[in-house]
């Protein structure tokens, strides 16, 4: 099972597995991990699972939608490397993908 690296908004990192066809927000909900709130489920409507997809993993997730870019220019941290973390789908190309998670998702 691919895994991901998330670096939480205190600077720790966890490593965790997360099944194929999950999401990254799905990795961390399911593993309780701080800082990725998803108050809509995973449907691309509120932000509150914004991450910073490290440069080293650059290009392993299918390119972001209009929809999620459009949601991603009213966040206040947002970067060249944002993402929200429900719409990065794990496959087995993603495995040690980094992620970093904002520290203002709520
Ligand atoms: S969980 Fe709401 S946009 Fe990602």
Request: glycine letters at 10%.
């Amino acid at each position: 099972m691919p895994n991901i690296i998330y670096v939480l908004p205190d600077g720790s990192e966890q490593i965790v597995d997360v099944p194929c066809g999950q999401s990254v927000m799905d990795g961390a909900v399911r593993n309780n991990l701080p800082g990725i709130i998803a108050e809509c489920g995973g449907s691309c409507s509120c932000a509150t699972c914004h991450v910073f997809v490290e440069e080293s993993a650059a290009g392993l997730f299918e390119q972001a939608t209009s929809e999620e870019q459009d949601l991603i220019e009213f966040l206040e941290d947002a970067a060249l490397c944002s993402r929200l973390s429900c719409q990065l789908i794990i496959s087995d190309t993603t495995a040690g993908a980094r992620i970093r998670v904002s520290g203002s998702n709520g």
